[in-house]
């Protein structure tokens, strides 16, 4: 190993490499030692500033001229746009030129990098990460209507019996292809959004290491590709076929049944952005004056807990029993089902696919119920599962409790765990031990989760890392604050229940309190939100699910 390089040698002069060095001149960015000193001095050809090695400053890094190979290159060529040393200023080759100072030049230069930075990671790349999300909830506005669609699809077929069911199998068919066609486009037009994301990503750890490096050389020749990327990337839009139906007529069947109006998927051209100060993203539906209640159902439940969307008109509750009920908005029972274990259930979420899934906290399982037919997904060892959601990739998150009453979060893409949030960067809990927790995904992907026993909101990014802890009002010392149910809609907003006193707090994505909903609640528990933004919210004691509109 070189000497030099040795972590158990001295630092030796650049110059004789024998001895150890004591200075350091600034302007040719080299170590010298006693000795060498006087030699280097005597170079008059160019200028010197040797200083103690300990007083040194931190030295722009000089490029070498490709034509003098013993100068540094210390102007700048304006017409030429490139470095130049002092015998090139000099001689008749940039004669007539404008020559600036290349510290000059490398501050202006760094500037513009910075600026350009600064774009990519507050204004471009947040753009492609909105997006990301939005195709996200397309895709499960577009499963939503997908499944009604083959909801009525049925239905038809049911009326028609034996004689349509070979046209209800042509008709499934071809909306599951227009489907996978649609899905397939969204897909395709979300991985050309992320590859972009990536270029980003890249160009700005490029900047980075640029700036960081104070490369002269690389500093100069960075061009800006900013402008490339502030036309968005093409938006693809697509259009879910309607089901037109007629009246049975036994010789015209196929014809009876209804056709589905033609595939669409469109492809829309990406806006190119306005500068930095213009861009501006004003909340498309904004807060009612006053909430008001659009419709009660009555569960029946002593007490009840959970609430969980199907559709704008049909919700999934469960409470203190082992029953699990599909409610419409006139209290009617449309479905019911007993969980496996005949314990209660801890807590239900809907999935994208319109499947139910449940907590067990006495055999410590989540279960998915498909067509009526429940499969145990996860078991778990040592841990106890709490409330559970589903997000709009599909996975689930699940609150666990341990024997030694830890708490976490845990990700889960069907049986197979993807991720654990349990700990700060400083390793410290994020959550109370043991107690009430609920949880909810926000569209901006942040993981909120509502800490009844910690009196507190507790909302991570997607990696985990911790961006804020909402612990009530701050002008509000009398009444305590402990929250339970938590949603979030399409706006970001953080919705949670504080049933101690009787209201629905409504927080915007990074934490700040935006005021109550009241519409004379009692004990709010279970919230969610449906496609429509209209909310959910189920009452403990009077055990009616209350519909909601507040945006």
């Not at 160009?203 to 980075?208: E, H, N, P, Q």
């Not at 009840?304 to 559709?311: M, P």
Request: with cysteine; aromatic share 6%.
């Amino acid at each position: 190993m070189h000497p030099r390089r040795s972590a158990q040698e001295v630092l030796l002069c650049d110059l004789c490499e024998t001895v150890p060095l004591q200075s350091h001149c600034e302007l040719c960015n080299i170590n010298l030692c006693v000795n060498c000193v006087g030699k280097h001095l005597s170079d008059l050809s160019k200028r010197h500033n040797v200083v103690p090695f300990l007083q040194r400053k931190a030295t722009p890094n000089y490029h070498k001229c490709p034509d003098h190979a013993d100068k540094h290159c210390e102007f700048y060529c304006e017409k030429c746009d490139i470095p130049v040393c002092s015998t090139c200023v000099t001689s008749g080759k940039h004669k007539g030129h404008e020559i600036s100072d290349i510290l000059e030049k490398l501050s202006a230069k760094t500037e513009s990098l910075q600026k350009d930075l600064e774009e990519l990671e507050t204004k471009i790349y947040p753009r492609y990460e909105e997006m990301v999300s939005n195709v996200q909830t397309e895709k499960a506005e577009l499963e939503r209507k997908y499944w009604k669609l083959t909801t009525d699809a049925n239905e038809q077929g049911e009326i028609l019996h034996r004689e349509i069911t070979a046209i209800v199998n042509q008709r499934k068919s071809a909306i599951t292809e227009m489907k996978t066609k649609q899905l397939d486009a969204l897909n395709k037009n979300t991985e050309e959004i992320t590859q972009k994301m990536a270029e980003l990503k890249q160009i700005m750890s490029d900047l980075k290491s640029i700036l960081k490096s104070n490369d002269v050389s690389l500093t100069s020749t960075y061009k800006s590709r900013n402008c490339e990327f502030k036309t968005l990337p093409p938006k693809v839009r697509v259009t879910v076929p309607s089901l037109s139906a007629q009246k049975i007529n036994k010789d015209q069947l196929n014809e009876m049944f209804g056709s589905l109006s033609p595939l669409s998927i469109n492809t829309e051209h990406g806006d190119t952005m306005k500068s930095a100060e213009a861009v501006s993203s004003p909340p498309v539906k904004p807060l009612l004056d006053e909430p008001r209640v659009t419709a009660t159902i009555d569960t029946g439940y002593s007490p009840l807990h959970s609430v969980g969307c199907l559709s704008e008109d049909q919700v999934w509750t469960c409470g203190y029993n082992k029953t699990m009920k599909l409610l419409n908005l006139q209290s009617a029972l449309l479905t019911s089902i007993q969980t496996k274990s005949g314990r209660i259930p801890e807590d239900i979420a809907v999935t994208r696919d319109g499947d139910l899934v449940y907590t067990d906290y006495s055999n410590n399982t989540v279960n998915l119920i498909k067509n009526k037919q429940i499969q145990t997904v996860i078991t778990l060892q040592g841990w106890r599962p709490g409330y559970v959601c589903c997000t709009g990739a599909n996975d689930l998150l699940v609150i666990m409790i341990s024997d030694r009453k830890q708490s976490k979060v845990v990700r889960y893409s069907g049986s197979t765990e993807k991720q654990s949030i349990q700990f700060d960067d400083q390793g410290c809990p994020l959550y109370s031990s043991g107690g009430y927790k609920y949880l909810s995904e926000n569209r901006n992907l942040d993981i909120c989760v509502a800490d009844y026993t910690a009196s507190a909101v507790v909302v991570v990014n997607q990696s985990g890392k911790l961006r804020f802890r909402h612990t009530g009002h701050p002008s509000n010392t009398e009444q305590s604050f402990n929250p339970r149910g938590i949603t979030t809609d399409s706006q970001s907003h953080i919705l949670t229940a504080d049933p101690n006193n009787h209201r629905i707090y409504i927080l915007d994505q990074d934490g700040q309190f935006l005021r109550y909903i009241h519409c004379d609640l009692y004990y709010p528990w279970g919230l969610c939100v449906d496609i429509r933004d209209n909310l959910f919210v189920a009452e403990e004691f009077t055990a009616k699910v209350k519909k909601i509109q507040y945006l």
